[in-house]
């Protein structure tokens, strides 16, 4: 039984689109990756995904909402050249996994507050957020984090914030097993190697970077641990 | 509905019942442990997992399920906190604790005196209900000594038969011998802090830990991995009761736990006898165990609770509370910490046994002249990671620079630069107790057993423990200065809310109008019934609890094995 992984790049290029001028290109890059011929996605290049590569939808948001949690992601941890940010990480992935499953109890907190930040925005700058600069993001952003955002009642702007600064750093560094870290951009962006299960005397006394082998995850230890 | 009869029922396997469940079998007795949670095994911790097991806590309790409730004070509404530190699984706490195993300072059994003859009555804050220990040190150094050997913990002797070690502590209160296995190894950020601390005169040394160094009792030695605080041990090296206590009892053939079973009542008759306890099972059944001895040796809120949910007609306020104290003098520790990110060097901090990883206890119990400070005792300064553990979500609440938000581009790099080139020192600072703060019924919050959630009403932000807390932090903020290191960021907790190692609730004094329990745990008013663990201690130090809440068990298993067996009664 082959899947391709067309549904889920449909809901990743929508997300996209709605994000054009932030989360689009990365997204887009990703999302239009097409397996080679013949090959299931299963044993494609998506190993990292987890559970991602078997969705055929987004598994909790719509596309307008999705655009819109990826482009505050964005902002909370933006990329740069040899930096990767929330977009190279797919932690629109990992929150969207996540609401489907272990935060399912907060999905009407997102649900909520993704309407009242768009609500908010368009009386500041007449937009929805996804349409919006960096800079008037930014103020945006910054008007969650401050309490001072307008027209909110549940979430509270300041606890709208704060839940998307945790679940972006979550996304940007759980295992990738949980749909973020792609490729472990997260781990490579701040150095920690990963699961090893040991490190020598001489890994301990040393003062420079660790310089041993590559990072190592979940399902990289996973063959072994199962024998 | 299930009856089962037994000598001893013990209601948590965790770090108390563990040992107290593995003594009595061996000493014979029939003994059923009661635990809420499920029996792992070491293999079950292979997934080094932050998210899992740090971020989302899946070794301890489900705050929806098991909600605790806080408030400031009594004009506020208690609202659930988001977090608890303790255990919810077959040995408890000690199976994803740092493992950091401390003896008590000599004094810290004996505040109320020491600081009388050194300071003065007035040097007590007026409110605090500060009581010396019904124990000595000097009483439960066997059982120290039984704890470190029994269970396996690794450090450096500082004071062997008072004679001072170099490179130990030298305020350690004298052991009989050394411990049995030698330290583990520094990291990086031990060997930073190593330097600096003597830079400053003051005396570091190798945090003790309940983790081996090298192999004992058939376990493999620590292999570094770094994951501790919050996990399982993939190897079995930390010391944890699952993998040193619980199979001791098993091999007994005397000894039955019973796992996924919330125990809602401890059953009196009407001589005012405990009788046995009645638990919820697994599928919600009502079930009951009659013991001749009840031991109840949950977590301090749960302890507590369950004395207030069996009250009576004889015991109105909670069962065995003639005192009047059952549910007072709550104390956590109070915590502050200063990040230091160096630009000269890596640090690797997420290497090796996480929390607490290297000591200074120069600033600790009264271990430093307090004349002319406004404040009696001190903390515990070490060094490890911002978040008790290493990995990158726990370090992600990184502090900043004045004027740099935590997050976008500016928050990125910073973060990048120092995850792997930070440490910080931290102080776990002593909190003296007060009668007013207090664990009760909460009024309007229920758990999953639709029983009243435990109420804490608590709030640190005292005369004296303000004064402590930013003394201790000039202390550190000192050294940190002059490390070299490029960012020197420091954190407090100002909301007063209860920090880590929760005490008191059923605490301990040398007569029953003073306390709950006498030395050995045993309830004042019904000799068959024990309340056992942190929520016996009467004053806290600056130190981690839990060697001290083990050694306490092996003395209240050897009470009743070899006394109270024989000749049941009042122990004192």
């Given amino acids: ?227 | 509905m299930a009856t089962q009869q037994t000598d001893v029922v013990i209601v948590g396997a965790g770090a108390a019942g563990g040992i107290l469940a593995a003594e009595l079998s061996k000493a014979g007795m029939r003994v059923i442990a009661l635990e809420r949670g499920p029996r792992h095994a070491t293999p079950d911790f292979a997934p080094q997992d932050e998210l899992r097991y740090f971020q989302r806590q899946d070794l301890r309790p489900d705050v929806k399920r098991q909600p605790v409730t806080w408030r400031v004070n009594t004009d506020t509404v208690a609202t659930p906190v988001n977090s608890l530190s303790y255990g919810n699984q077959a040995g408890g706490g000690t199976v994803h604790y740092g493992a950091v195993s401390w003896r008590f300072h000599d004094d810290d059994f004996r505040v109320r005196s020491q600081t009388i003859e050194r300071y003065g009555e007035a040097a007590i804050p007026e409110n605090s209900s500060l009581i010396d220990w019904p124990v000595s040190y000097d009483e439960l150094e066997p059982y120290y000594d039984k704890a470190e050997y029994e269970i396996g913990v690794s450090g450096q002797a500082g004071n062997l038969q008072g004679q001072i070690i170099e490179g130990g502590n030298p305020f350690e209160a004298p052991r009989q011998r050394d411990y049995p296995l030698p330290a583990l190894n520094l990291d990086q950020s031990g060997v930073n802090f190593d330097r600096l601390a003597r830079e400053h005169g003051y005396h570091p040394f190798p945090t003790p830990r309940a983790i081996l160094s090298q192999p004992y009792n058939g376990r493999p030695a620590c292999s570094y991995c770094g994951f501790c605080q919050g996990f399982g041990c993939h190897i079995g090296a930390k010391s944890s009761i699952l993998v040193t206590k619980l199979p001791e009892a098993d091999a007994t053939g005397n000894f039955t736990l019973i796992t996924g079973a919330m125990v809602h009542h401890v059953d009196t008759d009407n001589t005012g006898r405990a009788t046995g306890v009645s638990y919820y099972g697994p599928d919600g059944s009502e079930n009951n165990i009659e013991a001749d001895i009840v031991i109840v040796a949950p977590f301090i809120y749960d302890a507590t609770r369950l004395l207030l949910l069996s009250r009576t007609p004889q015991f109105p306020n909670g069962l065995a509370n003639s005192s009047g104290h059952l549910g007072k003098h709550l104390m956590t520790h109070i915590r502050a910490r200063t990040m230091l990110g160096y630009d000269d060097r890596h640090v690797n901090i997420y290497m090796g046994p996480s929390a607490q990883k290297h000591t200074v206890d120069d600033f600790n119990a009264d271990n430093f002249d307090h004349s002319g400070l406004d404040f009696i005792r001190g903390a515990q300064i070490s060094v490890g990671p911002l978040a008790l553990e290493g990995g990158p979500i726990g370090a992600s609440n990184m502090p900043t620079p004045p004027g740099m938000r935590r997050w976008g581009a500016e928050f990125r790099d910073h973060f990048a630069k120092y995850y792997t080139r930070h440490m910080a020192i931290a102080a776990q600072l002593d909190d003296l107790p007060y009668a007013h703060q207090t664990i009760d019924l909460d009024p309007d919050v229920t758990d999953a057993w639709g029983l009243p959630a435990p109420r804490l009403t608590y709030d640190w932000r005292r005369p004296n423990e303000l004064a402590r807390t930013n003394y201790v932090i000039e202390r550190i903020e000192e050294m940190a200065r002059a490390s070299g290191a490029a960012q020197v960021l420091t954190t407090r907790n100002n909301t007063g809310a209860p920090a880590g190692h929760h005490q008191g609730g059923a605490r301990m004094g040398a007569n029953p109008a003073e306390s709950v329990v006498n030395k050995y745990g045993q309830t004042w008013d019904i000799p068959n019934l024990f309340v056992i663990g942190p929520a016996n201690f009467p004053s806290m130090g600056g130190f981690n609890p839990t060697l001290t809440i083990q050694a306490l068990a092996f003395m209240t298993a050897d009470a009743i094995a070899n006394r109270y067996r024989n000749n049941p009664g009042p122990l004192v």
């Fill in chain 1, 1 to 227: 039984m082959e899947k391709t992984n067309d549904g889920r790049r449909n809901f990743l290029i929508g997300a996209a689109a709605g994000g054009a001028v932030v989360a689009g290109a990365a997204l887009v890059r990703e999302a239009t990756q097409e397996p080679a011929a013949g090959q299931t996605v299963a044993d494609g290049a998506h190993d990292e995904h987890g559970m991602a590569h078997d969705a055929e939808l987004g598994a909790f948001f719509n596309a307008a909402d999705a655009a819109t949690v990826a482009a505050m992601a964005e902002r909370i941890m933006p990329g740069a050249p040899n930096m990767p940010g929330a977009t190279d990480a797919n932690v629109l992935n990992y929150i969207d996994l996540a609401l489907a499953g272990a935060y399912a109890d907060r999905q009407d907190f997102y649900r909520r507050g993704v309407g009242q930040l768009d609500a908010f925005s368009q009386e500041r700058f007449s937009a929805r957020f996804v349409a919006l600069d960096d800079a008037q993001q930014d103020e945006i952003l910054l008007a969650l984090e401050d309490g001072s955002a307008t027209g909110f009642d549940y979430p509270g702007p300041q606890d709208f914030f704060a839940m998307l600064r945790t679940h972006t750093m979550e996304g940007m560094f759980a295992d990738p097993v949980y749909g973020g870290n792609k490729g472990f951009a997260g781990w490579r962006l701040v150095g920690f190697p990963g699961a090893h299960p040991a490190f020598s005397p001489a890994d301990l006394a040393s003062s420079e970077a660790f310089a041993g082998d590559s990072v190592i995850g979940l399902k990289t230890t996973a063959p072994a641990r199962r024998g």
